[in-house]
């Protein structure tokens, strides 16, 4: 067994408690439940319990691991499963996830099947894509007949409402009229089955600024949030949104100076590609002081997406293992040894969250 230290993701429990808070209070104000959605840091167990004792309506995640883990810790739920779920693993969603999302009537029959097994009454919401291009149904009169079906025909299953999903694939924000969309599409299957739906998923974190502009239509009354509660980035950089009632720095990822040189900043000899195949962009700016980390693409992945706390500091580039900073701005000393510290941004939260090499450590 190792007995190392470096590196670490330290995730701030009290600050990660702050923002859920924070998000549950402004979306329960306007009648709104929150999944609070885990797979982006892969589930971590001392954060699963804070969602499961905080205010969230429901825990949910992409992967059903998450799930299990927060039944093994023994968490209530509900839980919710938001990847639409393979045939394969319907034994295991059934017996690990209340509620699910869905699209596919193949599947939803297998789900009916297996829930009749476990005795166990799964609810199903129906993914509506509107234009995002990831999953849900595209023509509304299958959706339509889908939500009929299960109403009619299934036992074991209940329709529990509809839901769709935006900015994931085709970059597609969400706006009041997307949600009017949706509502539309709710009304219709209503109509058809004769009784409201419980539930209008109104998406996930890129959903939840009509919420905070007050331009959330009425009748959406649940959203899927991860990254907005973990990170709370995304909505301030891209949306320009005062997110100042949330803590950006949950996730810290620290990690150890194992070289300081002064070097040329431009690669001395014939240039070809790096050591993942790729044609490097080098910019001369004479001899640098550099320093050399020892964290690398394994472990994060993106090397753009790591911001350092220190200012003055700038990440060049990386290697497998090797993170490579300039700190030539820096203005007092580094040193071999030092530890350094980085913001994350959601995909190095995922990818670190989930390196055999980075240890992670829950601070109250
Ligand atoms: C990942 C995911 C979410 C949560 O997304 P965030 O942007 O992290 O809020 C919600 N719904 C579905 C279907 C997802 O796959």
Not at 182 to 194: K, Q, Y
Not at 293 to 320: C, H, M, N, T
Not at 321 to 350: C, K, N, P, W
Request: glycine letters at 8%; hydrophobic letters at 40%; one cysteine or more.
């Amino acid at each position: 067994m190792l007995e190392k230290k470096y590196p670490v993701v330290e995730v701030d429990l009290k600050k990660l408690r702050q923002n859920i808070d924070e998000i549950v209070r402004r979306c329960k104000e306007k009648g709104i439940d929150v999944a609070g959605v885990v797979k982006g840091f892969n589930g971590i167990s001392q954060t699963l319990k804070l969602y499961g004792e905080l205010e969230c309506s429901y825990i949910a995640s992409s992967r059903l691991e998450h799930l299990e883990n927060a039944r093994e810790l023994g968490l209530k739920g509900p839980f919710l499963a938001i990847r639409i779920p393979m045939q394969s693993e319907i034994p295991d969603l059934v017996r690990l996830a209340d509620i699910s999302l869905n699209s596919e009537l193949s599947v939803i029959k297998t789900i009916d099947k297996e829930s009749g097994r476990q005795k166990k009454r799964h609810g199903i919401i129906l993914m509506a894509d509107l234009g995002d291009l990831r999953e849900g149904f595209w023509d509304k009169a299958e959706m339509l007949n889908v939500a009929v079906y299960i109403e009619k025909e299934l036992k074991n299953v209940y329709l529990a409402g509809i839901g769709t999903n935006l900015g994931c694939y085709g970059s597609i924000n969400a706006t009041p009229d997307k949600m009017k969309e949706l509502i539309a599409i709710a009304e219709t299957i209503e109509e058809a089955i004769g009784r409201r739906l419980d539930i209008i998923s109104g998406g996930g974190t890129t959903s939840f600024p009509l919420v905070v502009n007050n331009t959330m239509p009425e009748r959406i009354n649940h959203l899927r949030i991860g990254e907005g509660i973990a990170l709370g980035r995304d909505l301030e950089d891209l949306w320009n949104l005062d997110m100042s009632f949330l803590n950006k720095d949950v996730f810290t990822l620290k990690a150890e100076i194992i070289e300081i040189k002064d070097k040329p900043s431009y690669p001395v000899g014939e240039i070809f590609v790096d050591c993942f195949g790729n044609r490097g962009h080098y910019e001369d700016r004479g001899i640098r002081k550099r320093a050399v980390l020892a964290v690398g693409k394994v472990d994060f992945a993106l090397d753009s997406q790591l911001e350092p706390r220190l200012p003055g500091i700038q990440v060049l580039g990386s290697s497998s293992d090797h993170l490579i900073l300039d700190i030539q701005d820096y203005e007092d000393g580094l040193a071999v040894g030092d530890i350094l510290e980085f913001d994350l941004r959601y995909s190095t939260m995922v990818f670190l969250t989930n390196s055999k090499y980075i240890r992670i450590e829950c601070r109250e």
